[in-house]
């Protein structure tokens, strides 16, 4: 059974850096689209970034050039360095692995708190 989990949520100040990782386990890590994705309080889930298994990105038009994906195929994770950070960042930010094989589907991990205030 696929699992994902984060980590690296945390306080931080505004303009301040952080780092989430996402740690996948039980499954063909190469088959997934590893996301990001943040719910703020009162606010729909959405899309930060995404990476396929070829390494191919896609971000959010309000993070582009502050925050950047990645993913590691021999340790099966995958990060979001959040630059420049702003306070309307402030969400738990969740992790997702897609893949259409099998007829599709999608595992999510539990969250990780990122806070951005002084």
């Known amino acids: 059974q696929v699992q994902v989990v984060e980590s690296g949520g945390g306080l931080v100040q505004p303009g301040g850096s952080l780092r989430l990782s996402c740690a996948f386990s039980g499954g063909m890590f190469s088959w997934y689209t590893m996301g990001w994705y943040r719910q703020a309080p009162g606010k729909q889930r959405e899309l930060v970034a995404q990476?396929?298994?070829?390494?191919?990105?896609n971000y959010v038009e309000s993070v582009k050039g502050r925050f950047t994906i990645s993913r590691d195929s021999a340790n099966g994770a995958a990060y979001l360095q959040m630059n420049s950070l702003k306070p309307e960042n402030t969400a738990v930010y969740y992790c997702?692995?897609?893949?259409?094989?099998?007829?599709?589907?999608?595992?999510w991990g539990q969250g990780t708190q990122v806070t951005v205030s002084s």
């Open positions: 990476i396929t298994g070829d390494g191919l990105t």
């Open positions: 997702k692995a897609d893949t259409e094989i099998g007829g599709g589907v999608s595992y």
